[in-house]
């Protein structure tokens, strides 16, 4: 069975400060990796994915995201974080042969000026 | 131009309503998705179809029933609406070719 924990429900930051927001990943079979964004009373947004090309893997809006298979982590990472950032940030893994995706609990991350 | 478009944005009803959520997708993707984003936020899969076929029906209760009458969309009818029913309930697709899913704006749907 696959699963996601992202670590830290909330993550605080101040703007221009570096974003780190942490996720592990527990899968049988090579995984397929997702990060979302979700703004207030939105949708998700895909940000970036992992599938088994270069680990590290570059996104939309400046963000990062590195494939560590020996640790099962896929963090995300921007280095100057912009108010704009402020969202709720989903992690999520898919296996080939269902497509269905398994996220984790979201970390809301909040900007301060 | 809307990827994946909802509708009704919102919906409000009592509990013992029948109610249905459509979910429309002009990315000419093959797979849908319904998901369920509980008052924690924490989203989980309902249902998938690919070009009309059911392929995921998690844990659902019956009175949840999806129907898809093409490919580009994928509707949700819920029977005896409950009070824990209430959530956003998410659209999404994917093309065959590729694994990551395009969300539509989501649906909120209050029963009381």
């Known amino acids: 069975a696959q699963s996601v924990t992202q670590l830290g429900s909330h993550v605080s930051v101040s703007e221009g400060a570096l974003v780190l927001l942490r996720c592990n990943y527990s899968?049988?079979?090579?995984?397929?990796l997702f990060w979302y964004v979700q703004y207030p009373n939105q949708g998700l947004q895909l940000l970036l994915k992992y599938t088994s090309a270069a680990t590290l893997v570059k996104g939309i809006n400046g963000f990062e995201a590195e494939f560590k298979k020996s640790e099962t982590s896929f963090h995300l990472t921007k280095p100057s974080a912009h108010m704009s950032d402020a969202a709720e940030y989903f992690c999520a893994v898919s296996s080939s042969n269902t497509g269905k995706l398994i996220f984790g609990q979201g970390t809301t991350l909040q900007v301060k000026p | 131009d809307t990827a994946v478009s909802q509708t009704p944005k919102y919906l409000v009803t009592q509990m013992g309503n029948d109610k249905s959520i459509k979910c429309e997708q002009n990315l000419g993707h093959d797979t849908m998705y319904w998901y369920k984003q509980d008052s924690k936020k924490f989203l989980k899969i309902m249902f998938s179809y690919n070009n009309k076929e059911l392929i995921i029906n998690e844990t659902v209760p019956n009175r949840f029933s999806p129907k898809s009458p093409d490919k580009a969309h994928l509707n949700l009818h819920i029977n005896s609406l409950e009070l824990g029913d209430s959530a956003v309930y998410f659209c999404?697709?994917?093309?065959?070719?590729?694994?990551?899913?395009?969300f539509g704006p989501g649906t909120r749907l209050t029963v009381t």
């Open positions: 899968s049988s079979v090579p995984p397929y």
């Open positions: 999404a697709s994917s093309p065959n070719d590729a694994y990551e899913q395009y």
